[in-house]
């Protein structure tokens, strides 16, 4: 069956603009996760879904950073004002429920520049 | 807050050798740890699970064991292969801060022919 989808692939931006990241779990995934991973460290936490309630959004960096899943599938992630130090790859991942035993299944990721 | 520590060099090792790679953690005692692979561009992919109750747990050329004393989890590939270059990450879930997975750094592993 399908993995999780991200898109674009890979976006460039001028700093000040808004970007929008798409995510498309696997279908009846719960719990959907958004990370941020810069080069050569491993992904970090942003936000996390389950269903259409965001339970935790702790890890978004400001509050430039908005997520939302209006329908419990699609998620997107939109960075307003865009900085430098917003470039990275970030990373959506889908779970079958919220639990330490549950394996995350990941998009490619949608690499962000912005100049 | 806390602390996931992998391997921080890279690792380089010979066809059919044994790649040992830790991860060690701090400030919290996880219930499960798991191991993920990734490759360059593309997002991580899931291994295996150990929970906090088993010392060892092997899945074809893997095996990963959990000491809970020590904080700390070690991943082991039998009789490498080339294929098996990628970077792998540890990562657990800290139920006393939220929803939040940690993630290790990660350790590139590299087998030569």
């Known amino acids: 069956g399908a993995g999780v989808s991200q898109s674009p692939r890979y976006k460039v931006a001028k700093r000040g603009q808004d970007v929008a990241l798409r995510c498309d779990p696997i279908s009846g995934h719960v719990s959907l996760f958004w990370y941020q991973q810069a080069l050569g460290q491993g992904p970090e936490f942003l936000t996390y879904?389950?269903?259409?309630?965001?339970?935790?959004k702790s890890g978004l960096p400001s509050d430039r950073f908005f997520a939302e899943r209006p329908e419990g599938s699609v998620s997107t992630l939109k960075i307003q004002r865009t900085q430098q130090e917003d470039s990275a790859v970030y990373l959506c991942?889908?779970?079958?429920?919220?639990?330490?035993?549950?394996?995350?299944?990941f998009g490619d990721g949608t690499r962000l520049s912005i100049l | 807050s806390q602390k996931i520590e992998q391997n921080s060099e890279a690792l380089n090792i010979q066809e059919g050798k044994t790649a040992t790679l830790t991860c060690n953690y701090t400030?919290?005692?996880?219930?499960?740890l798991q191991w993920y692979r990734q490759d360059p561009g593309r997002g991580p992919v899931f291994l295996l699970l150990i929970r906090e109750n088993e010392k060892e747990k092997r899945k074809e050329r893997l095996k990963v064991t959990f000491d809970t004393t020590l904080k700390q989890s070690l991943f082991h590939i039998t009789a490498s292969q080339p294929a098996d270059s990628a970077t792998y990450l540890c990562?657990?879930?800290?139920?006393?801060?939220?929803?939040?997975?940690?993630f290790g750094t990660g350790t590139s592993l590299t087998v030569i022919p």
């Open positions: 879904f389950q269903n259409e309630a965001q339970l935790d």
């Open positions: 400030n919290y005692s996880p219930a499960y």
């Open positions: 991942a889908s779970s079958l429920g919220w639990s330490s035993n549950q394996p995350q299944h």
């Open positions: 990562a657990f879930l800290s139920s006393d801060t939220g929803n939040q997975f940690y």
